[in-house]
């Protein structure tokens, strides 16, 4: 059973600081590596994606991924309150076998 | 580019009926997926399909079925709805089959059984 983790949350950071989000999968054989934001009744849009292990950023946004410890994080630098949101990780192997985490909750304090 | 339609985007049906939702990819893209989203169990794969075939299939009964047309939309299909089937149901598309593309997703039906 291919399984991706992540921690419920909710976590909260002050405006301005950086939020730190991970995700752990079980699945060696993945080869592709999602971050959805899925605002309270939306549908989740697509932030960014990595397949490289080591960093790749986008605007306010890195992703980090490390194939060898199966661990994959987001930080969002500047956080600001609109970033409030679920982060939901996601994970495939290539297949169009994506598997997603629960999501982690964060909340940006004013 | 239009993204990925979903009709309807509200339902309330009663158990025991049957429901129906529709999905219209973005043009081009090929592979469409649905979900089923809720509180307790968050995204739960359904079913893909590509080129009118399904590929995959999640751990759902046989209630839920699908398909897909020549042109790409798709539907997907609940039949006998327990209260349990209430949730958001997604449909996503992405260009490719074996791809890294990533899911595009719609805005979704929320389906509530009473």
């Known amino acids: 059973q291919k399984e991706v983790e992540q921690n419920s949350g909710p976590l909260s950071v002050p405006e301005g600081a950086i939020a730190s989000l991970n995700c752990t999968y079980s699945?060696?054989?993945?080869?592709?590596f999602f971050w959805y934001r899925q605002y309270s009744g939306k549908s989740p849009e697509l932030i960014m994606f990595i397949y490289s292990n080591g960093d790749k950023e986008d605007g306010r946004f890195t992703a980090q991924l490390n194939k060898a410890s199966q661990y994959v994080s987001l930080l969002i630098r500047d956080s600001q309150p609109s970033d409030s949101a679920t982060y939901l990780c996601?994970?495939?192997?290539?297949?169009?076998?994506?598997?997603f985490g629960p999501g982690t909750r964060l909340s940006v304090l004013p | 580019k239009a993204g990925v339609t979903q009709t309807p985007r509200y339902l309330i049906k009663t158990r025991g009926q049957q429901v129906t939702l529709s999905c219209s990819p973005i043009?081009?893209?090929?592979?469409v997926s649905w979900y089923q989203q809720t509180p307790g169990q968050g995204l739960q794969f359904l079913f893909e399909y590509f080129s009118e075939t399904q590929r995959n299939k999640g751990n759902f009964p046989g209630r839920f079925s699908g398909r897909q047309f020549s042109n790409s939309r798709s539907e997907m299909n609940v039949s006998t709805l327990e209260l349990g089937d209430s949730a958001l149901y997604l449909c996503?598309?992405?260009?490719?089959?074996?791809?890294?593309?990533?899911?595009?997703f719609g805005n979704g039906t929320r389906l509530t059984v009473t």
């Open positions: 043009s081009g893209h090929r592979s």
């Open positions: 996601a994970v495939n192997d290539y297949g169009q076998n994506f598997v």
């Open positions: 996503a598309s992405s260009p490719l089959e074996g791809s890294h593309s990533p899911l595009h």
């Open positions: 699945d060696r054989g993945s080869q592709s």
